[in-house]
């Protein structure tokens, strides 16, 4: 397996498709750099040179914020929010949805498992 910024890349897929398993880094990020670099997207990973790896490499270390750094700022940005009391920074405290969305009976995934509120028995039937 080729390893960049402590990432092992699956040996036996396309290029384009191996650095997409880089934190940060998507489909149309990894084409870019290959056609900077002038690599061809269609060989795998194991066909690649070291000279290629090194400069792939390079460019991810010097163009792109990936992997580590790309994380601390995005939990940097949250921290921002909770600490000026902004709307999304409460949503994030609460653990709720953020953009809007209805929360009355959806948003399991974010609220978590259902929990029994007290003193809301349904009306008996006449």
């Given at each position: ?110 609220r978590g498992i259902k929990k ?11």
């Amino acid at each position: 397996m080729t390893r960049i910024v402590g990432v092992d890349l699956p040996k036996n897929k396309r290029i384009e498709i191996s650095l997409t398993y880089i934190y940060g880094i998507g489909k149309s990020k990894a084409i870019e750099i290959l056609e900077q670099l002038k690599i061809n997207r269609n060989i795998k990973t194991k066909e690649l040179k070291d000279e290629q790896i090194v400069l792939i490499r390079q460019i991810l270390n010097n163009s792109y914020q990936i992997e580590g750094d790309l994380k601390r700022v995005e939990s940097m940005n949250i921290k921002r929010l909770m600490t000026i009391s902004s709307y999304r920074g409460k949503r994030h405290q609460l653990g709720l949805p953020l953009r809007g969305q209805n929360t009355r009976t959806n948003a399991r995934t974010k609220r978590g498992i259902k929990k029994t509120m007290a003193g809301k028995k349904k009306a008996p039937r006449k």
